[in-house]
């Protein structure tokens, strides 16, 4: 499962820096921030004036972009693994409640 969640977020993050644009006309601490993570870019943009910051916030769209390669990945696996598993279990028989229960008399 945290492999999962590892792969899952370097996708994540993969789109989001692919994604995020960062202007040319800020130092080079603020374009590592705004690559590293959408926290950092927040951090980074309020020590910025208002235009540049503004700039720099639409960041916020490239963090929903990577965001919802993750759910359609995420959701493309499930139905996968679903699916897998219907085939792999459909001759398995259906156990009831009462099956798994030991009687004392």
């Known amino acids: 499962m945290a492999l999962g969640v590892a ?3 370097s996708i994540g993050t993969a789109v989001y820096r692919q994604q ?3 202007p040319a006309n800020v ?3 603020v ?3 705004t690559r590293d993570s959408l926290v950092s870019t927040t951090a980074a943009a309020e020590k910025l004036p ?4 503004d700039v720099l916030l639409n960041a916020r769209e490239a ?3 990577g965001l ?3 759910s359609v990945v995420g959701a493309v696996i499930l139905l996968g693994l679903s699916i897998l598993a219907i085939i792999l279990f459909r001759h398995e028989p ?7 229960v030991t009687h004392f008399d």
Do not use: H, K, P, R
Request: glycine share 4%; charged share 15%.
């Open 7 to 9: 792969i899952l977020g």
């Open 20 to 22: 995020v644009d960062v």
């Open 27 to 29: 130092s080079t601490e």
């Open 31 to 33: 374009a590592v921030a």
């Open 50 to 53: 208002t235009e540049l910051a």
């Open 63 to 65: 963090f929903m972009a």
């Open 68 to 70: 919802n390669v993750v």
């Open 94 to 100: 259906l156990s009831s409640a009462t099956d798994d």
